[in-house]
């Protein structure tokens, strides 16, 4: 691939800017300046330096978040920033989107990826994609509420009732539930169902992934896009 296409396909620019880049010295390949934009590099396991910075190359993007409150899941957010700032200006212009969404006020772990093949198969509803949250509710939950959250509890706009595929306590007022599909508001909304109230949300993994414990709130990493996420796989042992 040549060098200044490479640097398109990673979103530093226009093809134009690329070229730029390259023609300035701005651009490392194994150490060593290339000035040269229409020099063939093997991209396979290929490590960029662009003004400094070490990129690798990815065909396709999908990066793991560090979600923290405060911040919408959207491309035109309302009354708060939105995740895509968090992330470095080349991966917002590829186009990376959110695999579904987080509230503003909920924090932990979230999905974007530019692949438009992933994110259908890991957002639409017959994958059952597992996720697991822990909730920190108002007041104590009791053996009732666990056990109504299991069965089943019917929301307001649906008549199909949303079951928790998992469901314990983690102390007296927090929750920890596994749910494998996706609604809006769907943890606060069936926690209310029951009679008690989300204060505080955090999702801790999504289908084969945990939340890294190095990872800060704000952070992010790649992840390998042609993982796995089989929905046989997918629910956390």
Known sequence: MQLAALLFSQGFGTRRECAALVRAGEVRVGGVVVDEPWAEVEPTGLVVEVGGVAWPYHPRALVLLHKPPGYECSQKPGAWPSVMTLL??????????????????????????????????????????AKVYQATCADPVTE??????????????DPAPARAASAATTGPHALELTLTEGRYHQVKRMVAAVGNRVVALHRSRFGPLALPDDLPPGRWRWLDAGMRF???QDAPG
């Not at 470095?88 to 959110?98: A, S």
């Not at 093949?117 to 509803?125: D, K, M, Q, S």
């Open 88 to 129: 470095p200006p080349p991966l917002r212009r590829r186009g990376v989107q959110p695999v579904g969404r987080l509230d503003q006020d909920t924090t932990g772990l979230l999905l974007l990826t530019d692949d438009g093949g992933l994110l259908h198969r890991l957002t639409h509803p017959k994958r059952h994609v």
């Open 144 to 157: 009732d509420q666990l056990t109504r959250l299991r069965e089943g509890v019917v929301l307001h706009d």
């Open 230 to 232: 089989d929905a046989a």
